[in-house]
């Protein structure tokens, strides 16, 4: 359940002065999850794994007449069990008539849209999500416009203009020069003249983030969606620059598409995603689908699920099933259980594990 905090009685509390001020509307949810180790390769461990998600988000909205509203979201999360911080959705946008206009840090229209129809499962840590290992997760200075809905139909485009900074490369140059040799060094000091010398040579600094240093938009994508009662369409292409993930890299393209149908309370569920150039290496081309179906009785919501995909960077197939659990004790509080089986296509992370837990949404 939201809860509604007047954001004039905060500003009375803290003796602001007197101002105008939207509605701060706070969401969330804590989640507790015990895992075993179960058959999982490569682990030593024989006994539970502790996973915790504490999601805390504070949304804003602002009505600005004339049909406009005004909006904004902060999303912080801690993750893993070890109280880690971390940064999820920060943006502000406008809504009104003509659709929405987004800005700041967010996923992607193929992560956020099409690649979130591949999970039914009750489990936060257990999870057999489609493109693990090529999604954008969350990019930095995204910007996105969503249309309204042309009788069901919607479409949307996204760019994200990444940190800019210069791209590594440790290539020594040399030049010819008549009886001087210089050698620059990362602190851009000079040193080592010589009369004699016939060359010049300059080594370029190592220093480098990895990211395009051009100044113009480093990811884009597009995205169309049909919404018709029972049925839910959504098909992505997404393309991310090539320097984004270094010098002489290409650019990696993905692919995706998604279906959602509902008969009467089974909702069944199937995405297909390809991927070409992973993180920009051109032997790394997947592609794979998800299968999923989910349904709620009585208090109980069942869900099943089959993964097929390319290994990421290897030769074979990785297979992967999981069923899942969620009792509710109420709308905000709910007791969850899930079994994974992964097989890993060169058999060094296969997993058979299972997780139980408690959940509270608020």
């Not at 956020?112 to 489990?123: F, P, Q, T």
């Not at 279906?259 to 909702?267: E, H, L, P, Q, W």
Request: zero cysteines; glycine letters at 10%; a negative charge.
């Amino acid at each position: 359940m939201k809860k509604t905090i007047i954001a004039a009685a905060v500003a009375a509390a803290v003796a602001a002065p007197a101002v105008s001020f939207a509605d701060v509307k706070i969401s969330g949810n804590v989640i507790q999850e015990f895992i075993t180790d179960g058959d999982q390769t490569g682990t030593s461990e024989d006994g539970l794994e502790s996973a915790a998600a504490v999601d805390v988000v504070f949304s804003v909205s602002e009505d600005l007449g004339n049909g406009m509203t005004a909006f904004a979201k902060i999303h912080t999360m801690m993750d893993d069990g070890s109280g880690s911080q971390d940064n999820a959705d920060n943006v502000v946008g406008l809504k009104g008539d003509f659709g929405t206009i987004v800005v700041g840090r967010m996923e992607s229209l193929t992560e956020s849209k099409v690649d979130a129809m591949a999970a039914n499962d009750s489990s936060d840590k257990l999870n057999i999500e489609i493109n693990d290992s090529y999604d954008t997760k969350r990019f930095e200075g995204g910007m996105a416009y969503v249309s309204p809905s042309f009788n069901g139909l919607t479409f949307a485009v996204a760019g994200f203009a990444l940190a800019n900074g210069g791209t590594s490369d440790t290539a020594a140059t040399t030049i010819s020069a008549q009886g001087l040799t210089v050698v620059s060094n990362s602190t851009t000091s000079f040193g080592n003249v010589s009369g004699t010398s016939t060359t010049l040579t300059t080594v370029a600094s190592a220093a480098g983030n990895g990211k395009d240093a051009d100044a113009k938009i480093d990811a884009t994508e597009i995205m169309v969606e049909y919404a018709n009662g029972p049925l839910l369409v959504r098909a992505s292409h997404q393309q991310v620059d090539g320097k984004v993930y270094g010098a002489n890299k290409k650019d990696q393209d993905t692919t995706a598409i998604g279906v959602s149908y509902k008969i009467a309370d089974v909702t069944l569920q199937g995405v297909y995603t390809e991927v070409e150039n992973g993180g920009g290496t051109d032997a790394y081309d997947v592609d794979g689908f998800f299968l999923g179906a989910k349904t709620t009785v009585g208090a109980n919501t069942f869900a099943i699920s089959y993964l097929e995909e390319d290994d990421a960077d290897a030769v074979g197939t990785n297979e992967a099933y999981m069923i899942s659990v969620d009792h509710a004790l109420s709308k905000r509080t709910s007791l969850t259980a899930a079994y994974k089986d992964w097989d890993d296509s060169d058999n060094a992370n296969d997993a058979d594990q299972f997780a139980v837990g408690i959940k509270h949404v608020f």
